[in-house]
Structures are given as structure tokens and as C-alpha cells.
């Protein structure tokens, strides 16, 4: 049997578990073993790769990721045209693998098969990427987050990068829609936003009614939902319809995050604080005047706050999110890890237990996806440096020594593969 020993480096196994030195064995798409032999088995007929006092992790995991995004504004990829549009989202997925993410849970594609037909390709081979769970276009209601259409301009039933159901049968014909086309998870924008809907962050224009009725297609179905949702109300919402992920949470208060710590075993929050962060500090750049700069600064020390708290509750806190904006181009992903780390307070190994251990979690594969263990899928990151000691290596890909998704190298190490 094909495989790899991959001798002479401190193993992060994901769990939080002190690094410790060691040799990993792979075989075909597992890991098989895991220990602190320094030689390879006689009978291993694979390839030895001599770490060189590096870190061995598992790859990394987007709890939020958008590969169809442009680097634009959201509003510019309706004018995007399909056959330009699946070019940018298959380059995009090279790039994420490229940063050492070999799994991305997507939180929306702009066009209702991106993501679908990516997956297609990269599971086929054809197209190198992370492992995706794919989406569809994020769902909102009338006036909510997406809502683009002007009464004085043609309008646009199906907005390209996101789709509008008012009421229950509106929101089931498209879950329902979505599920028939392919896709694992489903978004839904539940609150407003700052300053890109005409409802605010702390407004949630989407009824009890309409998420019912997404969340019984998506049962049916066994998709994942994952949910925008700023303010207090739309995190209560979410909780109350069994929702798996919450994206942002911002103005949670105390009551609903002790409803979160209730249902933490259950639920994930993604805060996806990136933009926040950039935006605070944007003013002149990308349009963004110091007003509204200052606004999302506001939302920054509200977020920093909440999420302080949610850590200290033990509620599963996720990396990653909404990169694909001018302001958080594709490639910079790992930023997010920093972020937790110096904006939020997490220690680099929390952060990296949550974009490793907990993301497979939430990819749907506990204990098997995003931990080096005998037995796990061989999703490997080796890594020039400490990044338990220096989280900010993970952004620099030329410290990225070797990526390794199901077994086989994306980026061998030099000399080898
Ligand atoms: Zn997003």
C-alpha cells in the first residue's frame, strides 16, 4: 500500500493536547498511526518525510467561507456573468487549499450551483480545493440583508447572490429548490446588517413562521443551516428553531448567552469578525467614511465583549469568515486566527483546536476530521515554525511546508512528491 511517514516533528493534534514529538504514518486517505517512533516500519513501502523539527497539524478548517465571492462588493456580483464567475470561485478554492485549509463549510455562494458544481469537480479530482460542505445563495426576506432590488429599477426575482422568500410556502419552494440542486447547508439572514440593509444589525425582519419553514425543509432534507444573525433577537431565533451555526452574535445579551451555554454542545457561533475589524479601521479606505468607521468600531467593542464572555462559557467560538471582500480578500484567511488571538483573547492553542478539532465538528465528521489520530482522515498541515508560539507563521504560505488532504499532497514538501 502507497503511504507516508512523516518522521522528526512536534505533533498538534487538534485536541489541545500538549504538542509532543513524533512520527505520523499515512495510508491511502487515513492516518494509521500516530506515536514517538522516529524510524519508519520496515514493511512501510511509502514515502519518508523528514519534517525537519517542524509542526505537524491537521489542515485547517473555514467555518465561513464564501469561494464565490470576487473580492467585490456583494451588489457587484449580480453583474458577474456565470462563466466568469465559476472561474473565480474554482481559482478561489486553489487559493484556500493553498493556505493550508483543506475544509471549508460554506456560509453562501453568490449563484445557486457554484458551489455544487466545485464540489463536483474537486471531489472528482478535476479541480484542486478543500473538502466543501456546499450552500446556495443566502435567503432573506423583503428589505433584508441582500435585498438589492429599487422600486424605479427592473426588478430582479432572483437576485444572483441572493434569494428572497416572504412567508413559509415562498421559504420552503426555495429551500426545497436549493436541496434538489445539491447543496449540504443552508443561509439564511435572519437580522438586518450595518449599513447594507435597510434593517440596522440590531433588527431581524425574518418571522418565526419563515425559519420554521426552512428548518422543516432542511431536516427533511439533512441540511445544515447556519444563520447571519447581528442582533439579540435573531441569536434567540436561531436557538429556539435548532439552527447549527450562528454567524456574528454581536448584540447578544445575557440571557441568550446563557440560552447559548445551554445549547453549546449543540451549537456553533461563528463571529466572523474580520470585516468589523478592517471596517473600524477603514476610514477613507473603500468608500467607508469615519462615521460609519466609527460605527463598525462601536460593533467591534460590542463584539470583543459578548465573545469575551462566550469563551469563558465555553461555547464553541469558531475562526473564519466572510473573506471575498475588498476589505478581506481571498488568501488572508488566516488572519482570523491572529484576530482571536490578539483582538479577542483566545490563546493560539484554543484558536487552533477551534479551527481544527471543532471544525470537523462542524463539517460533520466528530473525531475523524481535523485531529492527527489513527483512524482520521489524513487532512495535514506541516508547518515551518511554532504556530502555538507565533500564530501569525499560518499567514505566511511559504511556512506552509506541506499540505496534505486525504492522503495525497496538494504541496509536497521541497525535494519530494
Ligand atoms: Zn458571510
Known sequence: MTGYFITNVRIFDGTGREPFSGSVRVEGNRITDVGPVTTPP????????????GTLMPGLIESHAHLGFADIMSHELTRLPPEEHMLVTVRNAKLMLDCGYTSAFSAASPKPRLDVVLKREIEAGSAPGPRLRANGPEITVTGGLGDSNLLHVPYHETPTFCWIADGPDAMRRVCRTLAREGVDNLKLNLSGDLGTSSFPSDQTPMSDAEVMAAMEVARAAELRVAAHCRSNDSVRMALRHGIDVIYHANWSDERTLDELEAARDRV?????????????????????????????????????????????????????????????PHGTYARDLWIFVKVLGFSAAETLVAATQLGGELMGHPGELGVVKAGALADLLLVDGDPLADITVLQDRSALRMIMKDGALHKAPEGRG
Open 42 to 53: 520496515r514493511q512501510h513501502g511509502g514515502v519518508v518525510i523528514d519534517g525537519g523539527g
Open 268 to 328: 456553533f457561533v461563528g463571529p466572523a469578525l474580520g470585516i468589523t475589524y478592517n471596517l473600524a479601521q477603514a476610514a477613507g479606505q473603500w468608500g467607508v467614511t469615519a462615521e460609519r468607521s466609527a460605527m463598525f468600531q462601536q460593533e467591534l467593542e460590542v463584539s470583543i465583549d459578548v465573545l469575551t464572555k462566550m469563551r469563558k462559557r465555553g461555547i464553541r467560538v469558531l475562526p473564519g469568515g466572510d473573506y471575498g471582500f475588498p476589505y478581506t
